[in-house]
Structures are given as structure tokens and as C-alpha cells.
């Protein structure tokens, strides 16, 4: 059975940062692609980033709105990839879902983040 | 506001057939396949459609998707209650270089 673990979130101050980790098992980890998407209360789903295997040279792609500040990253010796997020606003309040697959086949329950002084 | 455009809300009675629409633009769906996901608040979203068409297993052959030029739709035949959530269309979309979602169609079965 695919699992998808998220976990890390918690309460950060604007321009804080958080690292949050999305633990996987049930699939070949290595080869898939691992996307992370967000939902902000009363909002729709938005896409944050994702991340390729190695074999697509762990290439990566951000949304316009994190770009720069947002960086994923994964370590396939422990089925783990992460979301490093740097100077946060007080807009990145979410819960952030990690989902696996080009097809977004699979996904977490999510972990929330929230961003306020 | 989204790039892929879905109706906000919609809703059907049990047993009627019910579509959701999803427009966008030649640089998502005009050229990439349309995913639909399946979302109830709290819990983990669900793909429900891949490649405009196709149905993962155990997704009940009751949805359906297709696509036409720039739009897409979502079909719920034998509409159940067990269907009340919100729906996201989603394409990859070549000049931002990046996935699109959908702003989400809540489905009520009333």
C-alpha cells in the first residue's frame, strides 16, 4: 500500500523558515516524481513545486509564487523528500500535501503551516 | 484566480448524471492531458482521472473525463452522496512551466 507521510509544519514568524518532510513507502520511491501542493483555508489546491528521480537528473520546477524562496529536495536512501521554505509570508498559511507520481497519483494527509507574528 | 477555469459549485440529486467543466488555454490543456482529483476537506486528495480519460483502479466507471481543444470535463453518472466534495481539474502548463490547478468545484448531492 503507498503511504505518504507529511510532517514539520507548525507555527513560524513572516521571514522564518520551516522544513517539512514527506516520509514514502509502498512504491519505488527512487523512480517516481514527488510534487508538493497546498491549501490555504477556504482556498482551492495549489501546486507548490516538484521534484524528478535521478534518472531526470532530480530536476525540479517551482511555482512563480515560492520561487526563490522555496526549495525541494529528496534523499532516496531514506524514501524521503523535503520542502525547505525560507523567507515565508504570511500567505504561505496552508497545509502542504506531498503527492507522488507525474500523475499526482498518490498523496499525504497534509501538514499544516502556519505563518504569523 | 486559477488558470483553469471551473465552475464554483454545482449539484445534483442521486441517480442524475452531472458534468464539470474546466476551460483553459493553449499552453495547458490545448497541449497536455487533463488529471481530475476527488477532494474531501481534511482528508488526502484523490486522483480520479489521469491522461483526460482514464481511471485509476477502483475509481468506479460512474466518472468519467474528456477533452475537446482547450477545455476538459468531468462526468458523475448515478450521482450517489457519497460524491459530495470538491473536484480540481489539473494540466501541466508550458509557459509557466509548471502544474495548474483548477479553482474546485464543490459537488452537493442535495
Known amino acids: 500500500e503507498v503511504q505518504l507521510v507529511e510532517s514539520g509544519g507548525g507555527l513560524v514568524q513572516p521571514g522564518g523558515s520551516l522544513k517539512l518532510s514527506c516520509a514514502a513507502s509502498g512504491f519505488t520511491f527512487s523512480g517516481s516524481t514527488l510534487h508538493w501542493v497546498r491549501q490555504a483555508s477556504g482556498k482551492g489546491l495549489e501546486w507548490v513545486g516538484r521534484i524528478k528521480s535521478k534518472a531526470n537528473r532530480f530536476a525540479t520546477a517551482y511555482a512563480a509564487s515560492v520561487k526563490g524562496r522555496f526549495t525541494i529536495s529528496r534523499d532516496d536512501s531514506k524514501n524521503t523528500a523535503y520542502l525547505q521554505m525560507n523567507s515565508l509570508k504570511i500567505e504561505d498559511t496552508a497545509v502542504y500535501y506531498c503527492?507522488?507520481?507525474?500523475?499526482?497519483?498518490?498523496w499525504g494527509q497534509g501538514t499544516l503551516v502556519t505563518v504569523s507574528s | 484566480q486559477s488558470v483553469l477555469t471551473q465552475p464554483p459549485s454545482a449539484s445534483g440529486t442521486p441517480g442524475q448524471r452531472l458534468t464539470i467543466s474546466c476551460s483553459g488555454s493553449?499552453?495547458?490543456?490545448?497541449?497536455?492531458?487533463v488529471n481530475w482529483y476527488q477532494h474531501l476537506p481534511g482528508t488526502a486528495p484523490k486522483l480520479l482521472i489521469y491522461d483526460n480519460n482514464q481511471r485509476p483502479s477502483g475509481v468506479p466507471d460512474r466518472f468519467s473525463g474528456s477533452k475537446s481543444g482547450t477545455s476538459a470535463s468531468l462526468a458523475i453518472s448515478g450521482l450517489q452522496s457519497e460524491d459530495e466534495a470538491d473536484y480540481y481539474c489539473?494540466?501541466?502548463?508550458?509557459?509557466?512551466?509548471?502544474?495548474?490547478f483548477g479553482g474546485g468545484t464543490k459537488l452537493t448531492v442535495l
Open positions: 503527492g507522488s507520481g507525474g500523475d499526482l497519483d498518490s
Open positions: 493553449s499552453s495547458n490543456i490545448g497541449i497536455n492531458t
Open positions: 489539473a494540466a501541466w502548463d508550458n509557459s509557466l512551466n509548471g502544474l495548474v
